[in-house]
């Protein structure tokens, strides 16, 4: 069994892909799935299955289930493909549009630098604070840093009434 694939991005085409046989019962339409593209695994969405194929050429295999909470039902799946038809978009962007921002974002990478820059904010607070008072960035800056990185408030006040 063959499937074909859309990617969230701006292109009409979709991509042939051959359905590995431990995963026949568990693939649907409009299922996302993580598939090798352009040397990478990327995220695209079931939207048609078929039995045969006439594409001659090199035919990837899907590599697995996309593993989120994310479900496309029937019904939004043809309110999907609806929109496209109506605008003349393309089914990926649609999609795009339809499913919320948070399963197209890889936001651990973000998440790992937050944690960073919160770490060696405590860590250096003092420091921090001392610089607050003799550089020409706002201080309003350094107090909403402060607040998100929770530095003790003893130490922002005696900086604080040190240089303000």
């Not at 995963?23 to 079931?46: A, R």
């Not at 890889?106 to 250096?124: A, C, G, V, Y």
């Not at 960035?137 to 303000?164: A, E, L, R, V």
């Amino acid at each position: 069994m063959y499937a074909n694939i859309v990617f969230p991005i701006a292109s009409f085409k979709s991509f042939i892909y051959k359905i590995p046989p431990h995963l026949n019962n568990d693939i649907h339409i409009g299922c996302p799935v993580n598939i090798p593209f352009k040397n990478k695994i990327t995220v695209g969405y079931i939207e048609s299955i078929v039995d045969h194929t006439k594409y001659k050429g090199k035919i990837y295999t899907i590599e697995s289930i996309y593993k989120s909470k994310l479900t496309i039902s029937i019904n939004l799946w043809k309110t999907i493909v609806w929109m496209s038809h109506y605008y003349i978009a393309p089914l990926g962007l649609c999609i795009k549009s339809a499913i919320p921002s948070v399963y197209f974002k890889n936001t651990s990478q973000r998440k790992d630098l937050f944690i960073n820059i919160q770490n060696r904010f405590r860590e250096h607070s003092v420091l921090i604070m001392l610089t607050a008072g003799f550089t020409p960035i706002p201080y309003k800056i350094f107090t909403i840093t402060s607040g998100i990185n929770d530095i003790s408030f003893p130490i922002f006040c005696s900086q604080f009434f040190h240089y303000g």
